[in-house]
């Protein structure tokens, strides 16, 4: 069952570029390394910038032993490379991947967000709609009970130090603007029905309040 597999950050990385190409074939590890170069993923995943050729090359045979890829050999530009395709089961892995990262997102730091942000045009609109929804939902209830504890601290001391209430007013302010990014992404899923195409979006300012 997908459950069941453990999903580690690299193979979910390199399992998400190839399953943007299942309707083309599949792709090969040089594409794969310039889809990483050309977004710029060395950055804002933890794949490491020391993600090297032989480092794709061995996260694509562990895909591959669990059986979540599959390989084929095909001559390009007179060299022989070989092409990897996503299975039915790693497909089934990966969704399930995206959807749990997404629908259980707290505001913490967490190295598979953005990675399955990237990916959640895999889900269909009403799950894209229900695990922002939810994670919209934790984000608010932790923010508000953050804002209580400083609350309560201040009401007890009328003077505290800001490294102490800091603790408080740093993530209760990434906390709010995490709450409203999430609602944009909802806006804008629901006026696009889930279509998300990087393409067509253009990113509108949004005011702070």
Not at 28 to 48: L, Q, S, V
Not at 68 to 95: A, C, F, H, P, Q
Not at 133 to 147: M, Q
Request: hydrophobic share 35%; net charge negative; charged share 35%.
């Amino acid at each position: 069952m997908t459950e069941d597999y453990t999903l580690k950050h690299r193979a979910f990385v390199l399992l998400g570029l190839i399953n943007e190409k299942m309707h083309e074939g599949g792709c090969h590890a040089y594409d794969i390394n310039k889809r990483i170069e050309e977004r710029g993923m060395r950055d804002w995943t933890n794949i490491g910038v020391d993600f090297s050729f032989s480092t794709i090359y061995r996260t694509l045979e562990r895909l591959e032993n669990d059986e979540l890829v599959e390989s084929y050999e095909e001559e390009i530009d007179g060299r022989t490379r070989k092409i990897y395709k996503i299975k039915n089961y790693g497909y089934e892995v990966l969704r399930t991947k995206v959807y749990e990262v997404l629908y259980n997102y707290t505001g913490k730091n967490d190295e598979d967000f953005y990675v399955a942000f990237s990916m959640f045009p895999i889900l269909s609109p009403e799950e894209q709609i229900e695990v922002f929804n939810h994670s919209l939902e934790i984000i608010k209830k932790h923010r508000k009970e953050l804002k209580i504890m400083l609350d309560e601290i201040l009401s007890n001391f009328s003077k505290m130090p800001i490294n102490v209430t800091g603790l408080f007013i740093h993530p209760i302010k990434i906390l709010k603007t995490d709450e409203e990014f999430f609602k944009l992404v909802l806006d804008e899923i629901t006026k696009v029905r889930g279509q998300i195409n990087p393409n067509d979006y253009e990113a509108n300012e949004v005011e702070e309040k």
